[in-house]
């Protein structure tokens, strides 16, 4: 936690460069970040060895819903899978960091159409990844995501609607969410970095016109205050730079 007026005063805002050799790109589209406050104590059982809940200056860890629209998904080279590298998934993530001051991310789920995806993210990373079927349609500004999981926990559900409206700029608490440069992740009995990098988020504001979710509760994680501000974009290039031991 900062000590300065400035909570951001010591934060990576800017995404310090992947190291190659880069071992998947990505374009992430279409995506609505929605935030609840998060007791830290009452999470802290969730995170793997080396690594404990990022706390901001306000006292709380966060839990994150975000839905989203996975597209050009390459692997090593930079050329598109066909058909596989295009989904939608929604995320359940845990605010995370370690002893070396990296401030990352700890999913606690993401929902994806491919199951070739499941199998591959669990057996190479350790990152849970589950299999549902999902929709995403834009009518206008509204948009709608729709998903139900059929493996594991089948019959978890999420119903998302938002209208997209003006730009917006972050607040520094919304920076600190979004700006995350790695993920936290278990395998194999040890606890892995997995680096990444994109450019600077352009957000728009969301009013959340329907919110009907199992997936955070499935995920083990109780909110403790009002939801934050959603917020939509467009989205972003990410690129993701090989695993290393925390």
Known sequence: MSTS???????????????????????WSE??????PVDPEAV?????????????????????????????????????????G???????????????????????????ERLAMVALSRAMLGIPYTWARMRMHRNGNRVTYLGTRRWPDRGVASEIVVDVGAPVEPTPLETWLTARWGAHTRKAGRTWWVPNEHAPWVFRAADVVRLDDDLVAAAGVTPVGEPLRALYSEGTVARFGRPSLV
Request: charged content about 15%; proline content about 11%; overall charge negative.
């Open 5 to 27: 007026s400035d909570p951001l005063a010591t934060y990576p805002v800017a995404a310090p460069s992947v190291p190659p050799p880069v071992f998947t790109s990505q374009r």
């Open 86 to 112: 295009d989904f939608l998934e929604t995320n359940v993530r845990l605010y995370s960091t370690d002893d070396a001051g990296r401030h990352g991310v700890l999913f606690r789920s993401l929902e994806t």
């Open 44 to 84: 802290a059982h969730l995170y793997p060895e080396g690594t404990r809940p990022d706390v901001f200056a306000d006292g709380h860890t966060y839990v994150g819903l975000i839905p989203f629209a996975m597209r050009e998904l390459a692997f090593v080279v930079p050329a598109a899978v066909p058909y596989f």
């Open 31 to 36: 995506l609505t970040f929605l935030h609840w």
